[in-house]
T-cell receptor, first 112, second 113 residues
Framework: DAGVTQSPTHLIKTRGQQVTLRCSPKSGHDTVSWYQQALGQGPQFIFQYYEEEERQRGNFPDRFSGHQFPNYSSELNVNALLLGDSALYLC???????????FGSGTRLTVV | QQQVKQSPQSLIVQKGGISIINCAYENTAFDYFPWYQQFPGKGPALLIAIRPDVSEKKEGRFTISFNKSAKQFSLHIMDSQPGDSATYFCAASPNTGGFKTIFGAGTRLFVKA
């Protein structure tokens, strides 16, 4: 039973560029949440997708956008990258109406 | 009101000792309180969780104590082992909307052999 799969594992981008991160949820899960984890900090909620719609959003600018596909996989897009966007980006899947996340190992994004 | 405050930031415990991490919240809409364990290079993994209708939950060496009136909860790791060395996050989820989870800032635990 595969868990949450994220790709790529590491990424280096230049300021101003755009990046797309990908996530496949755990089998049977239909909800995907994205988190940003800065070094030494707790994960910060970016947004959550369910039924291909953004259901909730945290305090992140519009440069952060996402998408969920019919197979429940999801993408996180970040435009106009800033140095401060350097972080570990975590994808977590869950069941709609259920508690508890299964996290992937994350994508380490470095903006230079 | 959406914050979850966690302490201490770091903790050093002798092997066999008890590790205690504390958290506090303000939003009474929170009704699910999980603890996550994170090793370097990995995503957080759900360790144990509690609902506010019970005051304590135990799973093996891990126990959550919950004080609803004080809006506080804590994780106790009994007989701490070097393999428990990791970062621990408390978290809280509301009973409405998408059940998004709010995380504390984390506690880095080091268990000395």
């Amino acid at each position: 039973d595969a868990g949450v799969t994220q790709s790529p594992t590491h990424l280096i981008k230049t300021r101003g560029q755009q990046v797309t991160l990908r996530c496949s949820p755990k089998s049977g899960h239909d909800t995907v949440s994205w988190y940003q984890q800065a070094l030494g900090q707790g994960p910060q909620f970016i947004f959550q997708y369910y039924e291909e719609e953004e259901r909730q959003r945290g305090n992140f600018p519009d440069r952060f956008s996402g998408h969920q596909f019919p197979n429940y996989s999801s993408e996180l897009n970040v435009n106009a990258l800033l140095l401060g966007d350097s972080a570990l980006y975590l994808c977590a899947s869950s069941l709609a109406g259920g508690y508890g996340y299964t996290f992937g190992s994350g994508t380490r994004l470095t903006v230079v | 009101q959406q914050q979850v405050k966690q302490s201490p930031q770091s903790l050093i415990v002798q092997k066999g000792g008890i590790s205690i991490i504390n958290c506090a919240y303000e939003n009474t809409a929170f009704d699910y309180f999980p603890w996550y364990q994170q090793f370097p290079g990995k995503g957080p993994a759900l360790l144990i969780a509690i609902r506010p209708d019970v005051s304590e939950k135990k799973e093996g060496r891990f126990t959550i104590s919950f004080n609803k009136s004080a809006k506080q909860f804590s994780l106790h790791i009994m007989d701490s082992q070097p393999g428990d060395s990791a970062t621990y996050f408390c978290a809280a989820s509301p009973n409405t909307g998408g059940f998004k989870t709010i995380f504390g800032a984390g506690t880095r635990l080091f268990v000395k052999a």
